[in-house]
């Protein structure tokens, strides 16, 4: 069993987000060229109908449907047309009893009309005469002014990730900006006197530096702004200094890294000196991932992340972007993809801790196998190979080989 002192995962989350203030960033008011993938503020109501006028669906006749009705082939309805009306253009003109008029898919319907007759229901006699074939009811082959939405109906709520589709519709309504909620900045800290930037020679002993690079790619990801602060040597005085320089620049702080003895409490001391409460918890039973750190400092949350990637990685998935999604104000439910496939070897996992494991994808003869990739949480190649990520939780010992699982794609 492992230490009682460790949370579970699911205690963790919970008590992290119960430090994190719901929609707390502000706003910022943009246009919609440039939303798509933001969080709306702020409800948005539409300020006029949709599509606001009368259009047909089809290629036909403007009709009044009473004068088709009883119209078949054997005895076809006989309508004078009355004229032709343009795409793009307002009839100016009204059908009376009898009347016609010939109309495109999307164009408006004159006043009179109910209806509208496909041409391949219609014959043409002349210019001016059609025999209508069979029947049509009222508002076939229409749609009405408020059919999509209606003036004063809302169209997005707040709290919702904007999709090209929803930016579709506020072009539609004529709305040419809204406010969003502004990208969180996330500060990111590297720590520790073996890393160096990645344009530098390695020599034994030093490591180039990954971690920035992946967690500016998972912020963005999840609609914050990365930024980079920089690599720290395993100093107090030193990381101290640039997280408190961190501390007034960014909505959120992730310190990375550090293997010097002592480290991670210089860390932990550090994020409970910015303020309070401080740190919410300092370690849980997951693997990789078990020493992380996280606080909330006077409502800042402040993370101390493991310094290696494949851990960085699971700790920002389950930890850093949830916190991001409550400071952003996300109401939307997002459902993680997630396939059935047989496991190609047996697994086991320690009792009370959940494990991630990265796992490769194949097909074979029609079923889909996952393929653990079982390396140190220090080798990056695993998770850039790894096609999903397969969770054991922590009231299970494994899976067994052949045993069908569920596989979260990555």
Known sequence: MLDKNYLSLKESIKLLLEHVEFASLPFELIPIEVAYNRITYED???????PGFRRSTVDGFAVRSQDTFGAKETMPAYLTVKGHIPMGKAPNFSLGQGEAAEIGTGGMLPDGADAVIMLEHVNII?????????PVGPGENVIFEDEDIRKGELVIPKG??????DIGALAGLGIAEIKVVKK???????????????????????VRDINSFVLAGLIDE???????MGIVKDSYKDIKALVDRAYSSADVILITGGTSAGIKDMTAQI???????????HGVSIKPGKPIIAGVCNKKPVFGLPGHPVAVYICFELFVKPVLEKMLGITDKFYKTKIKAKLTRSIFSQAGRTDFIRVSLEEKNGDLWADPLLSKSGLIMTLVKAKGILCIPEDLLGFEKNEEVEVEVI
């Open 44 to 50: 948005i109501y539409a300020p006029e109908n949709l």
């Open 126 to 134: 002349s210019p001016d005469l059609i025999e209508v074939l069979r």
């Open 160 to 165: 919702r990730k904007l999709k090209p589709q």
């Open 222 to 228: 999840a609609g914050g702004v990365p930024l980079k």
């Open 184 to 206: 969180p900045t996330v500060a990111i800290i590297l720590t520790g006197d073996e890393i160096i930037p990645h344009t530098e020679k390695t020599i034994p002993g030093k």
């Open 271 to 281: 994020i409970n000196e910015l303020g309070k409460p401080g740190i919410i918890f």
